[in-house]
């Protein structure tokens, strides 16, 4: 006796994803978790791994393959999930064979095709039954609409959309996704970019993609449901992509470059490669981390008209990102648990639900999210780039950076360092020695940056702070031969400085040699209640210990 609890069955419950899956639904005291899969010793061990976990959860095993659904209606299910994949070359026997045996259907997938065709296929079956058909309860294209519909909510034109993923060369691979990666890899890809459609090989145009919190990854052109989805749901004027990377660079470009062998026909398909290739992943996996993340960006104009760039970043630590393509599905479940999608159909899952419904389902995990926005036509590069937040800056902080005019601050600033080596750095550099030194920093605009004077009783130490070219979300400063790479977020009553990257003229430079720099630009008041500008400034290497270090005070 289940107590009215509704039975969610969950097909390919043992992979990556259907294993996260479980274990969030196991969380809902409204439910009968059934695990389906081939190997039933695997479910047995899974089952009894979520039972410790969640001592309340009711949960049920049995064996199913999605290809042959004989026993699918005896089973009672309410709901029924597919996580098994791969999608690609799928028809819609198994969503079918759901709706007749009268339970709602949801899926991860993220193939093109079945996408596609998923509301001609099933709308009749669904409607008919009073029972919802769901597809692509997944990252792509649930999770990136629904970051779209939160970022360009009130705009009256979009012009351009990019979404990208990279998950961590840890991350568990599961055999389907491999081979659904390598049934496109090389093969024609319809897209639509430069206000047109064309054609592209898949996995083409790798390029250096920012992730906030990851640095750059490769990534390339990936086919997914998103490249018809995005500009029939959103209408982009100019560019609508969708990519995905491999964090190792010799993985990424090593498939890009064994999709040429497919783009110049000499071979059908990579598919026969995926276990072998999912071997040497495992292999090399150490060499890269267990962090991933997913970007979308979107340019076009704001309700007001203006120019705006928005941005919407999600980063996993701790090998969390395999969560996040389960959490849309879980997102579908609870909202047709409660009651709050409306008269049944089949449809992408896209629009049905918020970001924050899809986000609820990670709570709890080490992923963190952002969404930002920046004002195109808004002069000075630190307003453009803190976006909406500027508004909430001090005024001292309006003062300093408005990127209007020159400006200069007078005050005094404490010094530190360590000896030796980083005593020589500070004494090329104009930086100060130790101690208390009476301080003018002049500020003043250059084209779309700032020039930055600073003067320490009697050194100077200058600097040039631009837009970085290819990235609009970071900014570069400029020191002699060196640049570091900077993006900015706010903290309270001013901004932090995050760095990104560095370089030796146009040579970039590894990441793990660079030092640890923290930077911060607040304004506070003085006990006479004065306004004041305060900024504190920490330079340090593993290697040499605290190269300089300042904080002080300027009015």
């Known amino acids: 006796m289940n107590d009215g609890r509704k039975r969610i069955v969950l097909v390919g419950a043992s992979g990556v994803f259907g294993r996260r899956l479980a274990a969030m639904i196991a969380r809902w005291p409204d439910v009968v978790l059934v695990l389906a899969a081939r190997d039933l010793a695997r479910l047995d061990a899974m089952a009894a791994e979520l039972a410790k976990a969640r001592p309340a959860a009711v949960i049920e095993v049995t064996r199913l393959d999605r290809l042959d659904p004989r026993g699918l209606a005896a089973l009672g299910a309410w709901a029924v999930v597919d996580a098994a994949g791969p999608f690609q070359g799928q028809d819609h026997a198994f969503p079918r064979a759901v709706l007749t045996a009268g339970a709602h259907y949801v899926d991860l997938a993220d193939a093109r095709d079945f996408v596609a065709d998923f509301e001609t296929a099933l709308d009749g079956q669904a409607r008919a039954a009073q029972r919802w058909a769901i597809t692509g309860a997944s990252s792509t294209p649930a999770l990136s609409h629904a970051a779209l519909d939160a970022m360009t909510a009130g705009w009256t034109r979009i012009e351009r959309i990019e979404a990208a993923i990279s998950p961590g060369a840890r991350a568990p691979r599961g055999l389907s996704v491999i081979r659904a990666i390598l049934a496109w890899a090389g093969a024609p890809v319809r897209v639509f970019v430069n206000g047109h459609w064309t054609t592209r090989p898949g996995w083409s145009d790798p390029r250096r993609t920012p992730f906030p919190g990851l640095g750059r990854r490769w990534t390339s052109l990936a ?118 999608l409306g008269e049944p159909r089949a449809t992408p899952c896209v629009g049905l639900f918020s970001l924050d419904a899809i986000l609820r389902e990670l709570g709890g995990l080490p992923i963190r999210t952002r969404l930002e926005s920046q004002a195109l036509d808004m002069p000075g590069l630190f307003p453009r780039l803190l976006g909406d937040t500027w508004n909430l800056q001090p005024d001292v902080v309006h003062h300093a950076h408005a990127g209007v005019e020159a400006v200069t601050l007078t005050g005094w600033a404490r010094a530190r360092g360590a000896p030796g080596l980083p005593a020589l750095v500070r004494r090329l550099q104009g930086l100060p020695p130790a101690g208390r030194h009476a301080t003018t920093v002049t500020i003043t605009p250059t084209a779309g940056g700032e020039r930055w004077v600073r003067r320490f009783g009697e050194r100077a130490f200058a600097s040039t702070i631009a837009p970085t070219r290819d990235d609009p979300w970071t900014f570069e400063e400029t020191a002699g031969v060196l640049t570091f790479r900077f993006a900015v977020a706010p903290y309270p009553d001013g901004f932090s400085w995050t760095f990104e990257g560095w370089r030796l003229g146009p040579v970039p430079l590894p990441r793990a040699w660079a030092p640890r720099i923290r930077a911060r630009t607040f304004g506070r008041l003085d006990p006479d209640g004065a306004p004041a500008y305060r900024f504190r400034v920490l330079v340090a290497h593993p290697w040499l210990g605290v190269i300089f270090g300042y904080a002080g005070r300027l009015s």
């Not at 100019?238 to 040429?260: C, I, K, N, Q, Y």
């Not at 290739?277 to 962090?291: C, F, I, K, Q, T």
């Not at 970007?295 to 076009?300: D, I, K, T, Y």
């Not at 104009?301 to 599905?329: F, I, K, M, V």
């Open 223 to 340: 086919e997914t449901p998103d490249l018809d989805l995005l500009p029939a749901r959103f209408h982009a004027r100019r560019d609508a992509v969708f990519r995905a990377g491999l964090e190792l660079p010799m993985l990424h470009l090593g498939l890009w470059a064994l999709s040429l062998v497919r783009r110049v026909r000499l071979v059908r398909t990579l598919e026969p490669l995926a276990v072998l290739l999912g071997e040497a992943a495992g292999w090399v996996a150490p060499l890269g981390s267990d962090r991933g993340g997913m970007v979308v960006s979107a340019e076009g104009l704001d309700a007001d008209g203006a120019r705006r760039l928005a941005r919407w970043s999600l980063c996993a630590e701790a090998g969390a990102g395999p969560h996040t393509p389960a959490a849309p599905a879980a997102a579908s479940l609870r909202a047709l648990l409660d009651g709050r």
